[in-house]
Nanobody, 112 residues
């Protein structure tokens, strides 16, 4: 029961990235999914969440207006579109639901 995150990389401030999170080992469409991130020396924090069917979403204050979470249940995948990236968005990004383990995450580095 796991997710595999991808799509991270190095981007300049103001740039965009689209993260993907592919699920396996469970009925993906039965669960809400949440993106988290962990910056060096900091605790892991919630970024955004999405309900099973995708109708409901929630965002951390820092993500509102810049990040968009979405999902494609036919592809067992959750996405995080990140725009107007800032250096403080640098972190490892993870996705998870209540039955999955933590994956390896995907590194996002925002730097000029």
């Amino acid at each position: 029961v796991q997710f595999v995150e991808s799509g991270g990389g190095l981007v300049q401030p103001g740039g965009s990235l689209r993260l993907s999170c592919a699920a396996s080992g469970f009925t993906f469409s039965s669960y809400d999914v949440t993106w988290y991130r962990q910056a060096p020396g900091k605790e892991r924090e919630l970024v955004a969440g999405i309900s099973r069917g995708g109708a409901f979403t929630n965002y951390a204050t820092f993500a509102k207006g810049r990040f968009t979470i979405s999902r494609d249940n036919a592809k067992n995948t959750v996405y995080l579109q990140m725009n107007s990236l800032k250096p403080e968005d640098t972190a490892v990004y993870y996705c998870k639901n209540v039955v999955s383990n933590w994956g390896q995450g995907t590194q996002v580095t925002v730097s000029s």
